[in-house]
Each structure stands twice: as structure tokens, then as C-alpha cells.
């Protein structure tokens, strides 16, 4: 485990924390006002490994050896200078801060960190981290990784489960959620939607498998799997008589056969590790909870209810509520994998990467 010291004077910022993976949804901007919750677990600490925040460069002033580089290979609109590394934790595991006035960028309905660092070491006055809390964000308190260091403390790390614990002891991500809005004339309200880390594992997925299509036709299993993948995949690749066929694979499940040409496959929550098999099939990563739930979907979701209910315990009451409207794949996480596709250089990805706005307003995304 680790504590996150200032690096100007070494005053403690954060509680004991242990390393997670970045999650996929970490930068999802979802919805319009909408309020959503933390984006890490209490006690968790994840690094993003690639440069974020600002300064920012636009696409035209970027040099096409550099872009290809740092792993981009279609254009994006602006490409950060900032540091690489970003530490993200719970908002609530950050201490020995105080929020800096001058730096409060956003209040649409919080922070947005654009000023930059946003909140400083209570005891020397170092700028050290970002709030983020603003409306449709993922509230996260963002550690700037040159403004301090990782340190060592006592206490074990969690254990790192193996796939076959994961199976028996993980959860899966329920695909339909409340969805709060900020508090209106009539008070808080929500509605019930697809849940946000499904279109972000989505779009990120859908990218692989655009990858791995070839430019023919993809098939996916039956289930709530078609209701998320085929529809975009049937509008946004060609018919042809030659279809490859994606299949659920992972831990527990079936040996692919010989034909499955991709496997939707997980991704470790701790560690980050693609689950691999053999063969030479493509490998399309799903979050650990959505992958689980695609593989055990649980045929009748909890209803929230006051008093210790038995976990797995399912109250007689009428199902959860879907969400009113066709799955669509979260945008900007399409786009920020597509770009780092090299596959995405064929010219039919790339003008789907280009009219990316296009599919969007025919409901695609």
C-alpha cells in the first residue's frame, strides 16, 4: 500500500491506498446535467500512463512523426501537453488539501479542473490535485504526478485474485441504473438509463471490433450483446457473405471453437491483464463486471429496499425498468481507442472515425 506525499514538503494528501486499473469510463463526459457518482472505490489509486490535462495542442499543430509516436494514428481535435501519469483516487481519500478559489473552472454544476490544479497542500501551498465534480463527470480527485510522490507504508495489499476467484467473487455491472439529475424546481429526480460504464466499456469495445472485421460483416452472441454491438456494427460495416463470428470467452466459459474469429474477452479489475487464449483470434477487452454479466446475466435485478436484505436475495417485485431508448456506445471512448488503432489507417475505419458526428446524429452512439 501506498500514501501520496506533497512533493514540496512532504506532508501526507491521501489516506493508505492500493493500485487498481485505470478504469475505462475514467474520462466519459455522459449526458446533460446529469450527476454522477465516484468514479473510484474507497482505499483504490489508479495511474493514467498517458499525458492529460492541460496545455493543450490542436491537431494541425502536431507533427505526424510525433503523433504516430505517442500511439495516435487518426487525427483528434486537441492533443495534451500535460504530464504523463495522473494518479486518480476517491475524493473522499484525499486530505491535507484546501480548494484554491481562483482555480475553480466549470460551475455548471461544480469543478471541472480546466484552470488546472484546483486544490493545494494545506501545509506549503503547492498545487497538487484536481476536484471534479461537475455535472455529467465522474466525481475524482486527480493527483498532478510531478506535484507528488508515492510512498511505501505498512499494510498488505489485497490480495490479487485469480480469474477463477474473480468468477465466484466479483460482481457484475447491472446494464440499467438511475441516473440522478442535478436538484431542479421540483427537487432531485432521476431516470432510468443504459448504465454509463456500459456505453463506455461499449465504445470501446466497438472500436475492436470494427478493427477486427476487416471491413466484412460481425456476428455477436445472442443476448444482451446483440442488443449492444450489432445494430452499430450492421450500419457501420458492409454486407458480405463472408461474416466472422465474436464469441464470449474467459474464464469458466467454453473453449472457443475453431471458428470464433474474436473473443469478448475480460479485463483484470486489479491488475489491468487482458484474458488471453490461444490461438490467433482478435481479443476485444470488456471491464471484468460487464464481461460478467454478458457471460452470467442475472435473470431478475435487486430491487433497492430499506433493511438488511441476504445478498443474492431477490424482493417479489416487478422487474427494474430498462431504459427507454436503443443502446447507443459512448462517443468520445470510441474515438479515443479508434485513433489508437493502427488498423485505423485503412481508409473505410478511418471515415468512420471522420464522420463520427454523422453516426451520432443517426443515433449510433
Given at each position: 500500500?501506498?500514501v501520496?506525499?506533497?512533493?514540496?514538503?512532504?506532508?501526507?494528501?491521501?489516506?493508505?491506498?492500493?493500485?487498481?486499473?485505470?478504469?475505462?469510463?475514467?474520462?466519459q463526459?455522459?449526458?446533460?446535467?446529469?450527476?454522477?457518482?465516484?468514479?473510484?472505490?474507497?482505499?483504490?489509486?489508479?495511474?493514467?500512463?498517458?499525458?492529460?490535462?492541460?496545455?493543450?495542442?490542436?491537431?494541425?499543430?502536431?507533427?505526424?512523426?510525433?503523433?504516430?509516436?505517442?500511439?495516435l494514428?487518426?487525427?483528434?481535435?486537441?492533443?495534451?501537453?500535460?504530464?504523463a501519469?495522473?494518479?486518480?483516487?476517491?475524493?473522499?481519500?484525499?486530505?491535507?488539501?484546501?480548494?484554491?478559489?481562483?482555480?475553480?473552472?466549470?460551475?455548471?454544476?461544480?469543478?471541472?479542473?480546466?484552470?488546472?490544479?484546483?486544490?493545494?497542500?494545506?501545509?506549503?501551498?503547492?498545487?497538487?490535485?484536481?476536484?471534479?465534480d461537475?455535472?455529467?463527470?465522474?466525481?475524482?480527485?486527480?493527483?498532478?504526478?510531478?506535484?507528488?510522490?508515492?510512498?511505501?507504508?505498512?499494510?498488505?495489499?489485497?490480495a490479487?485474485?485469480?480469474?477463477?476467484?474473480?468468477?465466484?467473487?466479483?460482481?457484475?455491472?447491472?446494464?440499467?441504473?438511475?441516473?440522478?439529475?442535478?436538484?431542479?424546481?421540483?427537487?432531485?429526480?432521476?431516470?432510468?438509463?443504459?448504465?454509463?460504464?456500459?456505453?463506455?466499456a461499449?465504445g470501446?469495445?466497438?472500436a475492436?471490433?470494427?478493427?477486427?472485421?476487416?471491413?466484412?460483416?460481425?456476428?455477436?452472441?445472442d443476448?444482451?450483446?446483440?442488443?449492444?454491438?450489432?445494430?452499430?456494427?450492421?450500419?457501420?460495416?458492409?454486407?458480405?457473405?463472408?461474416?466472422?463470428?465474436?464469441?464470449?470467452?474467459?474464464?469458466?466459459?467454453?473453449?472457443?471453437?475453431?471458428?470464433?474469429?474474436?473473443?469478448?474477452?475480460?479485463?483484470?479489475?486489479?491488475?489491468?491483464?487482458?484474458?488471453?487464449?490461444?490461438?490467433?483470434?482478435?481479443?476485444?477487452?470488456?471491464?471484468?463486471?460487464?464481461?460478467?454479466?454478458?457471460?452470467?446475466?442475472?435473470?431478475?435485478?435487486?430491487?433497492?429496499?430499506?433493511?438488511?436484505?441476504?445478498?443474492?436475495v431477490?424482493?417479489?417485485?416487478?422487474?427494474?425498468?430498462?431504459?427507454?431508448?436503443?443502446?447507443?456506445?459512448?462517443?468520445?471512448?470510441f474515438?479515443?481507442?479508434?485513433?489508437?488503432?493502427?488498423?485505423?489507417?485503412?481508409?473505410?475505419?478511418?471515415?468512420?472515425?471522420?464522420?463520427?458526428?454523422?453516426?451520432?446524429?443517426?443515433?449510433?452512439?
Amino acid at each position: 500500500m501506498f500514501v501520496f506525499v506533497c512533493a514540496g514538503c512532504g506532508a501526507e494528501l491521501t489516506i493508505p491506498l492500493s493500485q487498481v486499473a485505470l478504469p475505462v469510463h475514467a474520462y466519459q463526459k455522459y449526458g446533460n446535467g446529469t450527476q454522477l457518482p465516484v468514479l473510484m472505490e474507497s482505499g483504490t489509486f489508479a495511474v493514467d500512463p498517458k499525458p492529460s490535462g492541460p496545455p493543450w495542442r490542436k491537431w494541425e499543430e502536431i507533427d505526424p512523426d510525433e503523433a504516430t509516436a505517442r500511439g495516435l494514428y487518426a487525427p483528434v481535435y486537441a492533443l495534451s501537453d500535460g504530464a504523463a501519469g495522473a494518479i486518480v483516487i476517491a475524493p473522499g481519500d484525499a486530505c491535507g488539501t484546501v480548494l484554491v478559489p481562483e482555480k475553480s473552472g466549470g460551475y455548471c454544476c461544480g469543478l471541472d479542473g480546466g484552470d488546472g490544479p484546483n486544490m493545494a497542500c494545506e501545509a506549503c501551498g503547492l498545487p497538487v490535485a484536481s476536484r471534479i465534480d461537475d455535472c455529467s463527470l465522474w466525481q475524482a480527485v486527480w493527483l498532478v504526478p510531478d506535484a507528488v510522490r508515492r510512498l511505501p507504508v505498512e499494510g498488505a495489499d489485497p490480495a490479487t485474485l485469480s480469474w477463477e476467484e474473480l468468477v465466484e467473487e466479483g460482481e457484475g455491472t447491472p446494464p440499467f441504473e438511475p441516473i440522478a439529475r442535478w436538484g431542479s424546481r421540483w427537487g432531485t429526480s432521476h431516470y432510468w438509463s443504459w448504465s454509463p460504464q456500459w456505453e463506455a466499456a461499449a465504445g470501446r469495445a466497438l472500436a475492436h471490433l470494427l478493427a477486427a472485421s476487416q471491413g466484412g460483416p460481425v456476428t455477436v452472441p445472442d443476448g444482451l450483446a446483440v442488443e449492444v454491438f450489432q445494430r452499430a456494427l450492421d450500419a457501420l460495416l458492409p454486407a458480405g457473405p463472408s461474416t466472422r463470428r465474436a464469441v464470449l470467452a474467459g474464464p469458466g466459459q467454453p473453449v472457443p471453437g475453431a471458428d470464433a474469429d474474436i473473443l469478448l474477452v475480460p479485463t483484470h479489475p486489479q491488475t489491468g491483464e487482458v484474458w488471453t487464449a490461444a490461438g490467433s483470434a482478435y481479443l476485444v477487452p470488456l471491464p471484468f463486471g460487464v464481461w460478467r454479466w454478458l457471460a452470467r446475466p442475472e435473470p431478475h435485478l435487486p430491487v433497492p429496499a430499506s433493511g438488511g436484505m441476504p445478498k443474492g436475495v431477490l424482493r417479489d417485485d416487478p422487474p427494474m425498468p430498462r431504459a427507454p431508448y436503443l443502446f447507443r456506445a459512448d462517443s468520445g471512448v470510441f474515438q479515443d481507442t479508434l485513433v489508437r488503432l493502427p488498423a485505423v489507417r485503412s481508409p473505410w475505419l478511418r471515415a468512420i472515425s471522420d464522420n463520427l458526428m454523422q453516426h451520432m446524429r443517426a443515433g449510433l452512439f
